[in-house]
């Protein structure tokens, strides 16, 4: 029988594919991963047509093969429940998705940056996360009064926040030292048991990038 799992195909880090990694561990689904360590494996991906628009993530699901992380995000999130339930908490989930993954993209994009311009990184993020992103997400919090960000129940939106939160917490420790509401999200939706499984040793969840990491992304990924 074939395995019905869906496959991850990505290199063997964070990047862009860990919060696909987050969404299938916190709604449960277990996962296969093919990690690309060589230009050739991504060619041969290309070569078979089998990347939509030549790039990674992607993913192998129910028959079909998906990229772009955002797609693969919804897609997954709406199967499993993770995505409200009508459309104006899936747009309201959206947004705060598509807020935080801004804020997000910035901690993808910092081990790639030269050793001198990564320490004022550092403060930029730390600025953006407490003066822009985490206010939004502490008043949500503290109005509502819930648990979660959406319709009282887990979402997409709580997932794609505590996986910033926690890999901006590695570079700085206390950014949430100000935010009393995010402090208490942090802890309970960790503990989730599928997310706290997620989060302990032995899982798929992959550490902070080292040099291994970016010279493999530029290996496979520079002309």
């Known amino acids: 029988?074939?395995?019905?799992?869906p496959k991850l195909h990505y290199p063997n880090g964070r990047g862009r594919?860990?919060?696909?990694?987050?969404?299938?561990a916190a709604a449960g689904v277990e996962f296969d991963e093919e990690f690309l360590e060589t230009k050739e494996q991504l060619q041969k991906l290309q070569d078979g047509n089998h990347l939509l628009f030549q790039q990674v993530p992607m993913v192998e699901i129910d028959g079909m093969k998906l990229v772009q992380t955002r797609?693969?995000?919804?897609?997954?999130?709406?199967?499993?429940h993770l995505f409200g339930k009508d459309l104006k908490e899936r747009t309201l989930i959206d947004m705060y998705v598509e807020g935080t993954l801004d804020l997000l993209e910035l901690?993808?994009?910092?081990?790639?940056l030269k050793p001198d311009d990564q320490q004022k990184e550092v403060v930029n993020m730390a600025q953006k996360a407490i003066i822009r992103y985490f206010p939004v997400f502490e008043k949500v919090l503290r109005e509502h009064g819930q648990r979660f960000l959406v319709g009282n129940q887990l979402s997409l939106a709580d997932i794609i926040l505590l996986q910033t939160i926690l890999a901006l917490e590695e570079k700085i420790p206390n950014v949430l030292s100000a935010f009393p509401h995010l402090q208490e999200f942090t802890v309970k939706i960790s503990n989730i048991p599928t997310i706290k499984k997620f989060l302990e040793p032995g899982s798929k969840r992959k550490p902070p990038p080292d040099d291994i990491y970016v010279r493999t992304v530029y290996n496979i990924f520079m002309p």
């Open 1 to 5: 029988m074939m395995s019905t799992k």
């Open 17 to 24: 594919m860990e919060s696909v990694r987050w969404v299938l």
């Open 71 to 80: 797609s693969i995000l919804h897609y997954i999130a709406d199967k499993h």
């Open 107 to 112: 901690l993808i994009m910092h081990p790639f």
